[in-house]
């Protein structure tokens, strides 16, 4: 019994002895730290931490920062080339040119064309665009590059004219030598809110949602004038188009038509940017007397405020093809607008195209 105590005793001192060394052992270092372990734990914690920085950073880099300016047609530089980079990195595989070109636009285009309703489909580089681009980065909208819009070239009608690959763009140049697509009927044609010259229902009241919200902007403006100003006539199909034409060419002749009506594809009036405006001064009439009206000197003055154009100004028949028509407003995007009619230029050579 004695030499069994003695062992559990001994057993017990050992096992004191053991917990107390391991004790030992381990609190030493805390007990009396070498004098600069302290700071060499810092620095592994600081290159731990920076480390974390690092690799959370480097995530969010896998897509650049947008500019914050708005860019369209004809921008370029270094903003263009961040913009160019970005969507490249959503999948598309446009060429980085630093210039704000067709493939830029065609690829904005199509990313417009696959968001909801409320997405405005311009070619433009905005501040909607931007913001649904970011959710891109966070995986809130998830796109397939190419599949609402494949990227072609303008095709070619004939020797001097081609027909648009992008109808949707704001900065269209529709023309006598740039024509739409036969098929192209603007998806979200509405009847803008304002004064029309006749009542019934009818498809030549639609614009697109873009340019029927800015007529009514500028309708409203034009009213704190007391001017009078009408809509005659909106949208227009290319068949609509077809059967005008057809009936102008049998009355006066082609080449007398021509100075005043357009080709089928080749109406502004297909792509829902156009309104015909008219006033009780000139009998509602689309005549050039309506350019010396209060409504068609406001317009010349204002209309840019708003995004439109007088897209056949007079004196420039060569460029336009076109005779004077001062009813005749185009939706461009204000930005476009105003450096348009501030320099008192053509939508041919403010893209360059005249
Ligand atoms: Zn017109």
Known sequence: MVKSNLIISLTILTLIFLLSGCNFSKQQPEESPPPDSSEEHESEVDDEQSEEITGESNEKEEFITLPEEGLQKGDEGEAVRILQEFLNELGYSIAITEQFDQETIWALTDFQLQQDDNMEVTGLYDQQTKDSLELVTVGDIEIKPGSALSYEK????????????????????????????????????????V????????????????????????????????????????????????????????????????????????????????????????????????????????????????????????????????????????????????????????????????
């Open 154 to 193: 303008n095709a070619s009608l004939d020797e001097e004219t081609v027909e648009l690959a992008n109808p949707y763009e704001i900065l269209a140049l529709v023309n006598k030598k740039h024509a739409l697509p036969a098929d192209y009927i603007p998806d979200d044609l509405v009847v803008p809110d």
């Open 195 to 354: 004064r029309f010259t006749f009542v019934e229902d009818n498809p030549k009241k639609q614009m697109r949602k873009i340019a029927a919200n800015a007529l009514e902007e500028l309708f409203a403006a034009i009213d704190e004038e007391d001017l009078d100003l009408f809509a005659q006539s909106g949208y227009r199909s290319y068949e609509t188009q077809d059967n005008l034409y057809t009936s102008y060419v049998t009355t006066y002749g082609e080449e007398e038509a021509n100075m005043f009506s357009a080709k089928p594809g080749e109406s502004e009036h297909q792509s829902g940017l156009s309104m015909d405006v008219t006033s009780p001064d000139v009998d509602y009439r689309l005549i050039t007397d309506f350019g010396d009206t209060e409504e068609g000197k406001w317009l010349q003055q204002n209309a840019a405020d708003y995004g439109f154009i007088i897209r056949y100004p007079l004196g420039k028949e060569e460029i336009t093809e076109y005779q004077y028509e001062p009813w005749h407003l185009r939706y461009v995007g204000i930005q476009a607008a105003k450096e348009i009619m501030e320099q008192g230029i053509t939508l041919e050579e403010y893209l360059g195209e005249n």
